[in-house]
Nanobody
Framework: QVQLAESGGGLVQPGGSLRLSCLAS???????MGWYRQAPGEERELVAT???????NYGDPVKGRFTISRDNAKNTIYLQMNMLKPEDTADYYC???????????????WGQGTQVTVSS
């Protein structure tokens, strides 16, 4: 079974930095990987995605501050978050497209979420 282990969330002051990690296990192959976030009372929104070839895409609110990367050998993606703002406060969710076996179809998987709070 596919498991997404997220880590790195926590409390940080405005202007500070955090690094989120998402380790995928129980997979055969992985396509696009990404991060999404959801604040209380708000809809889930795109943070960043990265393709198997390394092409990245970012949501407008985080451009220039966040960087997504992946380590294919470790089945891991990272989100480096710099110059954090209070409006970045949200639950952050890891998302991957993956096959569990060679015969399986590509499917979308979600992590349980990790809390990021930016406050003074």
């Amino acid at each position: 079974q596919v498991q997404l282990a997220e880590s790195g969330g926590g409390l940080v002051q405005p202007g500070g930095s955090l690094r989120l990690s998402c380790l995928a296990s129980g997979i055969f192959s992985i396509g696009v990987m990404g991060w999404y976030r959801q604040a209380p009372g708000e809809e889930r929104e795109l943070v960043a995605t990265i393709t198997s070839g390394g092409r990245t895409n970012y949501g407008d609110p985080v451009k220039g501050r966040f960087t997504i990367s992946r380590d294919n050998a470790k089945n891991t993606i990272y989100l480096q978050m710099n110059m954090l703002k209070p409006e970045d406060t949200a639950d952050y969710y890891c998302n991957i497209e993956a096959k569990t076996t060679m015969r399986a179809e590509m499917y979308n998987y979600w992590g349980q979420g990790t809390q990021v709070t930016v406050s003074s």
